[in-house]
C-alpha cells in the first residue's frame, strides 16, 4: 500500500467513526457560550487582583481547556458525554496544561529579552520570529491531543509532539489542513486554541447565532476527528495498518 492509499483508508476510517460521535454528542457545542461566560467575567475582575492577576487568568483558561479536552477524549474513549464529565473536567487536566502554558510564556519571554534583536530580522518578507512561531506550530500541532491521550510530564509531551510530528507529518498535517480551510470557510477565523476555551465574537442576530453554534459544533468535530487520528497514527505503523486492513478483508 502506497503512502497515500493509506492516508485515503485511514481518513475514511475516522471520518467515519467521527461523524456519529459528534452528531451523538451535540450538546458540546454549548460548552463554547459557558466558556465565553466565564472568560468575560474574568476578564472584568482580574484586574483586582493586581500581581496576581496574570496566574488567575492562566489557570482559568487551563481549566477551560481541561475541561473542553476533558469531554473530547470522553466522546473518542465512551461515545458519550455527562454533566458529570462536565463538571469534572475542570479539574482532570488542569496543571498540566497551566504547566505547558507557563514553559510557552517562560520560552516566549526568554526569546523576545535575550534576541530581541535577531528575531526581528527580515528573512524576505518574514521575520525571524514569524518563522519560529511557525516552526512551534508545526512541532507542536497535536499537543492537545498527547495532553488527554499520553500520560506524559511537560517536557516529555513537548518532545513527543516533536517525534510523532516528524514520523507522521504527512499523514497528519494532509486531512488537518483542509480541516482548516473548512474552518476559515464557515467561521472566517483560523482556528487557534481561543476557540477552545469560547470564542465571544458573536453578532447579536439570527443569523449571528446560528453561525457562531455552527462554528463550535464544526470545532468539536475538528477536535474529535484529530482525536481519533492521533490515536490511530500513535498507535500503528503504515505497515501495520496495512495488514490490519488487509486481514479484515
Known sequence: MNIFQDILE????????STPLVLKNWPILFTGVVYSVIVLFLFRVAFMFWILAGIIVTAVQSALISNYLYLIENIIQYGKISIEDFKRGFTVYIWKVYGIMVVIWFVNYGLSLFLSPLLRLQIGFVSFWSLIQLAAFIL????PEVIYQKHYMVGESFSYCVEFIKENWLDWFVPNILLGVLFVILTGRVLTANFLIGNPLVRLSIDGIVLYLAGQLFLSFVMIYRGLLFQLLSGSSRR?????????R
Open 10 to 17: 485511514t481518513n475514511r476510517e475516522v471520518l467515519k467513526k
Open 140 to 143: 507542536l500541532n497535536c499537543l
Open 240 to 248: 501495520k495498518r496495512a495488514y490490519m486492513r488487509n486481514m479484515y
